[in-house]
């Protein structure tokens, strides 16, 4: 009995087993959701609630974006090879603001150049020039809305000026062993006179108490000296041909040299630091500036502009914007600059 028993219950397993598959095949599949029904995608709504389909992209579409894919591929990997591209700014062009025509201080000789200062003072505006013809310093004040003029008798031909003070100028004299120092609000006033060894045709405030200058001539050089005029240390006279101009700028001499036509910086010292080409052509009267050099080029007829390294910039003005034989220039804090030109008169442009 206990075999029949045991043969009948496998019996009853192996058709239980067979038939297992075929139940779970005949079961009832479950109700597709929305998302799950095959071929359908799902649909967008904007916030008003219309339903957005996507359109069907035919097989040009298809093509296009598929080479659009590969393109966009190469150029990223052809990207780190090309340098970005830099946005260029062209200074706009220089506008001529004013001429100045009432001012007498801009005559000169071929051998001079009449220096120009601009100099503010508790909102008063005076523009300094060197009246060769009748040896004077001239000041046209501006103060709201209204002109003045003061006069300073010097006896002497000044060549150009440098502020040592807010209110205190130094100016060299061209023929004379001698500097003045005169103050220019709220009337030029003549402070003292120093005597020096030397005919400096041009100086520059160095540092408190010391100048530099400098002087053409067979012996052309650039001197340091002290406010009483003893030469502290002179330059390598080597570097210069006729070095007619000079300049200081965070601490260092920029001058400009006629005989060389060029531009050369020393440090404090005397220490060449750069000498540019020779772009000029005659006699130069340089200026530093918000990190620019700029040197008015008399027989180039322009105005040139240079990086603090003797690079060449631009010619800010030429003969086109009226500019013929610039001399003196000056540049303000806002961007105004001012040229003594050789007829008597002061021009006066925005630059860029």
């Known amino acids: 009995m206990s075999g029949r028993r045991t043969s009948s219950r496998l019996r009853v397993l192996r058709s239980s087993l067979l038939k297992s598959p075929q139940k779970s095949s005949e079961k009832t599949p479950a109700k597709p959701t929305p998302y799950s029904r095959p071929g359908r995608k799902c649909a967008s709504k904007d916030p008003e609630g219309k339903t957005k389909s996507k359109p069907i992209e ?52 071929s051998l001079l150049i009449m220096d120009i200062l601009v100099m503010t003072l508790e909102g008063a505006t005076a523009i300094l020039t060197s009246d060769r013809d009748n040896e004077s310093v001239n000041a046209l004040y501006r103060e709201g809305g209204e002109e003045r003029t003061s006069t300073l008798p010097t006896s002497q031909c000044l060549t150009n000026f440098t502020i040592i003070e807010d209110n205190l100028v130094a100016a060299g004299v061209w023929s004379h062993f001698k500097i003045i120092v005169f103050k220019v609000f709220p009337d030029l006033d003549l402070q003292r006179t120093i005597d020096t060894n030397t005919r400096y045709s041009c100086i520059a405030f160095l540092s408190p108490g010391t100048l530099v200058g400098s002087h053409v001539g067979r012996r052309g050089g650039v001197d340091v000296f002290d406010m009483s005029g003893n030469i502290l240390r002179k330059f390598d006279s080597s570097h210069f041909g006729d070095p007619y101009s000079v300049c200081t700028y965070n601490g260092n001499c920029i001058v400009g040299d006629e005989k060389n036509h060029a531009i050369m910086c020393f440090s404090e010292m005397g220490n060449m630091l750069f000498k540019t080409e020779k772009i000029f052509q005659g006699l130069l009267s340089v200026k530093a500036h918000r ?34 034989e ?12 001012y040229v003594s030109v050789i007829n008597s008169y002061i021009r006066v442009y925005r630059i860029g």
């Not at 093509?63 to 700014?89: H, M």
């Not at 620019?292 to 030429?318: M, N």
């Not at 610039?326 to 600059?337: R, S, V």
């Open 58 to 109: 035919t097989n040009e579409q298809k093509t296009s974006k598929s080479t659009s894919k590969g393109n966009d591929k190469q150029s990223r990997q052809a990207l780190p090879d090309v340098p970005p591209i830099q946005p260029t700014t062209v200074p706009e062009r220089s506008q001529l603001i004013e001429i100045i025509e009432n001012t007498p201080g801009c005559r000169c000789g």
């Open 326 to 337: 610039p001399q003196g220039i000056c540049i303000t804090d806002d961007n105004l600059l």
């Open 291 to 324: 990190g620019y050099i700029y040197a008015s080029d008399r027989e180039g007829q322009r105005v040139v502009q240079l990086t603090a390294d003797g690079k060449f910039v631009r010619d800010v003005l030429t003969r086109e914007d009226g500019i013929e």
